[in-house]
């Protein structure tokens, strides 16, 4: 089979590239449940409750990292969730010299409360897409996950490209 020319390419991926992003913005704006919005909670505390909700209990310090922010900023983040009792500050059984930042369960049922919005917004997106269309994007879709998942067997290009391997939380489709 004969490959297009390498600028077609180039420019097919960079189509499909855009439109993975165009979704998952759309996926973040459309995704947001009314209830959500009355919480009052600001982006940068989402992000927290998606990063507990990924990695688990962590410090102050590592949820620093994860945010790309100053501990201190990730301190203040941490305690007007607490304030809402969507997080907890537990001591670390294996050093009790540190804090951990940890989901409650009214944290928990949140998450996967946007969670389980997003994916119902996009089920009934690909609901309004015809027979052959929603085929047509299954088979392309499985093949860039079979891709994925072999990059992601390789994990020195996974390191290059994004450092520790870890994405953002709550940005998946």
């Known amino acids: ?5 390498h600028s077609c390419v180039d420019q097919t991926v960079d189509e499909i590239v855009g439109l993975f992003v165009a979704i998952g913005r759309t996926l973040q704006r459309r995704g947001v449940p009314a209830w959500l919005q009355q919480l009052d909670l600001t982006i940068a505390q989402l992000r927290v409750l998606f990063w507990l909700a990924h990695e688990g209990p962590v410090t102050i310090g590592r949820l620093a ?5 100053g501990q201190p900023t990730a301190s ?4 007007r969730l607490v304030r809402a009792q969507l997080v907890a500050r537990t001591e670390d059984p294996h050093d009790r010299r540190y804090t951990l930042a940890r989901l409650t369960e009214r944290g928990e ?8 919005a997003r994916r119902d917004w996009l089920r009934t997106c690909l609901a309004r897409l015809g027979a052959d ?3 047509a994007l299954l088979h392309g879709i499985r093949a860039l996950a079979r ?13 290059a490209l ?7 939380p709550g940005a998946s489709l």
């Open 109 to 116: 049922e949140m998450v996967e409360m946007l969670h389980q």
């Open 162 to 168: 994004y450092g520790d391997g870890a994405g953002e």
């Open 133 to 135: 269309e929603r085929a």
């Open 65 to 69: 990292e994860l945010l790309g922010v």
């Open 147 to 159: 891709v994925c998942q072999a990059d992601l067997a390789a994990p020195g290009l996974t390191a």
């Open 76 to 79: 203040h983040l941490v305690d």
């Open 1 to 5: 089979m004969l490959e297009p020319p």
